[in-house]
């Protein structure tokens, strides 16, 4: 059977726009049930029975099963339902796309900063737009109209119109997303990442563990020289990372998880997930990091209330030894101040 011009117009709009063409078949009867209304309102919207025949592209309304077509429906019908139709077919392709970046969640993306409003940055990814709000942007970044990044795509929410691809950078997921894409080990599903704690911008703890004895599951993330980890650190803008290995038991997990401080001594209460650390004086404030926050990121990275205290050997802090105070007797003490004279 030849292909009528109105076929293969139907099958050019659907495979330009990556729809189906039942789909825009679907929404030119739409079209035709409004168009039809128009001109007869009292007639019931169920009781209308558009017909358009996929090859030919003839158009008929049935009411009630009867032909009811009026004359010259075909050109009245086309001019009222383009505007339907276009808005149908968008709505249509549309909804594709977010199909598609719905498979694409806990993936990363790179996209070009198309507009950066005040609440949000919004990127071309290529078919799609994706926003990022204020609170998945890193705050020591500045984002610039036309500057290329990577993003997390973290999920599709409802907006003020309609379903809304979100990216992040800010998520920890990003980071673990990075590392997927970095490390072969991680991408195969021989070293898995365990847990992970960030505060964006400045600092990550992450914890993995390798299936294989043979492969060092941190060894494989840092890569050789560090340049698996170097080129993640500098995707980031020199956010700090520390991977460590994970252990099943709290102790050692805790222990590892204040690197790089040195730990000399732990105390856990299992049942109140809480543990007093000690470390030498010279390590507390590197336990403690800058403003709590490598305590605070452990914290996180274990689950565990962490209590840090000194172990009191800092030898800057011991007492200089006293003077031996002298035997002799004031007489000779005043002798030996005029000899000096």
Same mark, same amino acid.
Request: proline share 6%; aromatic share 4%.
């Given at each position: 059977?030849?292909?009528?011009?109105?076929?293969?117009?139907?099958?050019?709009?659907?495979?330009?726009?990556?729809?189906?063409?039942?789909?825009?078949?679907?929404?030119?009867?739409?079209?035709?049930?409004?168009?039809?209304?128009?001109?007869?309102?009292?007639?019931?919207?169920?009781?209308?029975?558009?017909?358009?025949?996929?090859?030919?592209?003839?158009?008929?309304?049935?009411?009630?099963?009867?032909?009811?077509?009026?004359?010259?429906?075909?050109?009245?019908?086309?001019?009222?339902?383009?505007?339907?139709?276009?808005?149908?077919?968008?709505?249509?392709?549309?909804?594709?796309?977010?199909? *598609?970046?719905?498979?694409? !969640? $806990?993936?990363? &993306?790179?996209?070009?900063?198309? %507009? /950066?409003?005040?609440?949000?940055?919004? #990127?071309?990814?290529?078919?799609?737009?994706?926003?990022?709000?204020?609170?998945?942007?890193?705050?020591?970044?500045?984002?610039?109209?036309?500057?290329?990044?990577?993003?997390?795509?973290?999920?599709?929410?409802?907006?003020?119109?309609?379903?809304?691809?979100?990216?992040?950078?800010?998520?920890?997921?990003?980071?673990?997303?990075?590392?997927?894409?970095?490390?072969?080990?991680?991408?195969?599903?021989?070293?898995?990442?365990?847990?992970?704690?960030?505060?964006?911008?400045?600092?990550?703890?992450?914890?993995?563990?390798?299936?294989? *004895?043979?492969?060092?599951? !941190? $060894?494989?993330? &840092?890569?050789?020289?560090?340049? %698996? /980890?170097?080129?993640?650190?500098?995707? #980031?803008?020199?956010?700090?990372?520390?991977?460590?290995?994970?252990?099943?038991?709290?102790?050692?997990?805790?222990?590892?998880?204040?690197?790089?401080?040195?730990?000399?001594?732990?105390?856990?209460?299992?049942?109140?997930?809480?543990?007093?650390?000690?470390?030498?004086?010279?390590?507390?404030?590197?336990?403690?990091?800058?403003?709590?926050?490598?305590?605070?990121?452990?914290?996180?990275?274990?689950?565990?209330?962490?209590?840090?205290?000194?172990?009191?050997?800092?030898?800057?802090?011991?007492?200089?030894?006293?003077?031996?105070?002298?035997?002799?007797?004031?007489?000779?003490?005043?002798?030996?101040?005029?000899?000096?004279?």
């Amino acid at each position: 059977m030849a292909i009528s011009e109105f076929n293969a117009a139907l099958n050019q709009v659907a495979s330009e726009r990556g729809i189906s063409p039942d789909s825009v078949i679907n929404s030119i009867k739409l079209a035709l049930v409004s168009a039809y209304k128009k001109d007869f309102p009292n007639v019931p919207s169920e009781d209308i029975d558009p017909q358009v025949d996929p090859l030919t592209g003839e158009v008929k309304i049935l009411v009630a099963g009867k032909d009811a077509t009026p004359p010259g429906f075909g050109r009245i019908a086309a001019q009222t339902a383009k505007q339907v139709i276009l808005q149908k077919i968008r709505e249509t392709e549309k909804q594709t796309i977010i199909e *598609e970046y719905k498979k694409k !969640v $806990g993936q990363i &993306v790179s996209g070009y900063i198309f %507009r /950066v409003d005040r609440n949000a940055v919004v #990127l071309d990814l290529g078919r799609a737009q994706g926003v990022m709000p204020a609170n998945e942007q890193v705050p020591t970044e500045t984002y610039m109209a036309n500057r290329k990044i990577k993003v997390l795509v973290k999920e599709i929410a409802e907006g003020p119109k309609g379903e809304e691809v979100i990216v992040s950078r800010s998520s920890p997921r990003f980071i673990e997303a990075l590392f997927t894409q970095e490390v072969p080990e991680i991408s195969s599903g021989v070293v898995k990442v365990e847990a992970m704690a960030r505060e964006a911008g400045n600092r990550t703890k992450m914890a993995v563990a390798s299936s294989d *004895e043979r492969v060092d599951p !941190v $060894g494989a993330c &840092v890569g050789q020289k560090g340049v %698996r /980890v170097q080129s993640i650190v500098a995707e #980031l803008g020199d956010e700090k990372i520390d991977i460590i290995d994970y252990n099943e038991d709290p102790g050692k997990f805790i222990i590892a998880s204040l690197s790089p401080a040195k730990v000399v001594g732990i105390k856990v209460n299992e049942k109140r997930r809480e543990s007093e650390v000690t470390v030498p004086d010279d390590q507390l404030s590197l336990a403690i990091g800058k403003d709590g926050q490598n305590v605070r990121l452990a914290a996180k990275l274990t689950g565990w209330k962490i209590d840090i205290k000194g172990d009191g050997s800092n030898p800057q802090e011991e007492k200089a030894p006293e003077k031996k105070k002298s035997k002799k007797s004031p007489k000779e003490v005043a002798k030996t101040k005029k000899k000096d004279k």
